[in-house]
């Protein structure tokens, strides 16, 4: 009986080690990418997408914190919402500089039709 409750034992301990998720470097690399370039794609002028910018941010801060911790699936999570995030304030800020450079056509267009 004792040798079926110490390998019952050490089989669950296995198995509990395999449970364990690897840590989630790809994912913490391509957040923090998707971030810089949120940053350089102007992300900080633009409320919305510096609102996103902030989000991806704190996650990331996060999921490094959850990765000390061993929390490696829930830091997972947190980083693809973070790359998500910064992903959108990207999008955010492309959209605003777009606005403003269709803008700046449609008043040089309006202004050359004005002259005679």
């Not at 992300?43 to 996650?59: F, M, N, R, T, W």
């Not at 980083?79 to 269709?102: I, M, Y």
């Amino acid at each position: 009986m004792n040798r079926f409750i110490a390998r019952s034992v050490f089989a669950a301990a296995a198995c509990g080690a395999c449970a364990v998720a690897p840590v989630p470097n790809d994912r913490l690399a391509a957040a923090q990418v998707s971030y810089r370039g949120a940053y350089e794609a102007g992300a900080e002028g633009v409320p919305q997408a510096k609102l996103h910018l902030s989000y991806a941010d704190q996650g990331i801060a996060q999921a490094k914190k959850l990765i000390a911790e061993n929390r490696n699936v829930e830091a997972g999570r947190a980083l693809d919402r973070a790359r998500a995030d910064a992903e959108l304030a990207v999008g955010l800020a492309r959209e605003s500089q777009a606005e403003t450079e269709a803008q700046q056509a449609t008043e040089q267009t309006a202004a050359l039709r004005a002259k005679p």
